[in-house]
């Protein structure tokens, strides 16, 4: 049977769980691995406030698939990537979330920063406010990336696997693109298609962090979303950073089958409960106003995209608490955080 369009879960919480979760879900979408790869694995650390947060990948998610990889495979070399962001360096995530400690007890895992690897300029695949990018050269020498995300919510409504690849652009400062990653987001998965994705669901998050003990696994990192964004109770087929990347034939929104601890699933709606909230209404309206009016006014200086910038700034901040707002702020520089969300590149082949 070809599992490449199957979506998986398995349910899990505490360290054994996961692990045999892992095995599992290699087991149920036919995850074959071989010797002597170059293997890349970029989970989502996003923030250093740790899992239970909800915001970034388990580390023991990311233990797991390794000891995993290791004891079915001999690879050359596994890499952990992750890039520096506003509001913290790669380095401090792999350190303060436990990944260096990975890298110690495994020989082969080394941890990438992606901002201070090399790199290389290729146009964008589908052509949009920007159309040249610069991607990370390991991703050219890898034989197989593995994408390890979360289950939230997000500005482009979840933050899911094609979101997950935002991360590895290595500029750290990336504000300025959050408006355009409808656009930009099916680019980067044509570019840097994982060949298996996790989407780490032990705990998720809304507007705040949800127990919900689950992974999910698939070689389709489109229909991964589409069953993510359907199990947290949105419509895939109204997202559209998820539709263009299924119009691009980056993967299918409608899986082959979905599979619930090795067994067929047909309502998801049973999955989660009550379902996720999702951003602020009005600020993707204010987004999309904005996206509107570019598209027919100057883009790079035009009031439609001050309305994208305002409107990406609002509903990224609805994900947050006051509390957390306020100290990612004193964290970074009230000022050059809004700045840095404001602030739009210097021309269409601006580096992304």
């Known amino acids: ?8 879960l398995r349910r899990c919480s505490d360290d054994e769980s996961i692990a045999r979760a892992v095995t599992l879900l290699a087991e149920d979408t036919a995850f074959l691995l071989r010797d002597n790869l170059r293997i890349v694995i970029k989970p989502n650390l996003n923030d250093l406030s740790g899992p239970y947060s909800g915001f970034t990948t388990d580390v023991r998610v990311v233990d797991a698939l390794v000891k995993y990889i290791n004891a079915h495979s001999h690879p050359d070399q596994i890499y952990i990537v992750e890039s520096d962001s506003w509001n913290r360096l790669a380095g401090e995530a792999f350190e303060q979330l436990g990944y260096t400690e990975i890298a110690s007890a495994q020989k082969n895992v080394k941890l990438v920063n992606l901002t201070k690897t090399s790199g290389i300029n290729v146009e964008l695949p589908i052509p949009s406010f920007y159309d040249v990018i610069r991607i990370p050269r390991l991703f050219l020498d890898a034989n197989l990336f593995i994408s390890v995300a979360k289950l939230r919510t997000h500005h482009t409504v979840i933050s899911g696997i094609l979101k997950n690849q935002f991360g590895c652009i290595p500029r750290r400062f990336k504000g300025r693109y959050h408006a355009y990653l409808n656009d930009i987001l099916p680019s980067l998965n044509l570019l840097m298609r994982p060949d298996w994705s996790l989407v780490d669901g032990i705990i998720g998050r809304d507007v705040r962090p949800r127990e919900l003990d689950l992974l999910l696994a698939s070689h389709d990192p489109v229909a991964a979303d589409s069953v993510s964004a359907r199990i947290m109770g949105f419509d895939p087929r109204r997202i559209p950073h998820i539709s263009r990347a ?3 034939s980056v993967g299918t929104m409608d899986p082959e089958s979905v599979l ?8 998801l709606d049973s999955i989660i409960s009550p379902k996720f909230i999702g951003p602020s209404p009005l600020g993707l309206r204010l987004t999309n106003l904005g996206l509107a009016l570019t598209r027919t006014t100057n883009r790079s200086k035009g009031i439609g995209d001050f309305f ?9 901040a609805s994900q947050y608490s006051k509390k957390e707002i306020l100290e990612k702020l004193r964290a970074y520089g009230m000022v050059k955080a809004v700045y840095d969300s404001l602030q739009v590149g210097g021309g269409r082949r601006d580096e992304v």
């Open 1 to 8: 049977m070809d599992h490449s369009h199957t979506v998986a």
């Open 246 to 248: 299924a119009a691009k």
């Open 260 to 267: 619930l601890d090795g067994k067929p699933v047909t309502n």
């Open 308 to 316: 994208v910038k305002i409107g990406a700034l609002w509903t990224g």
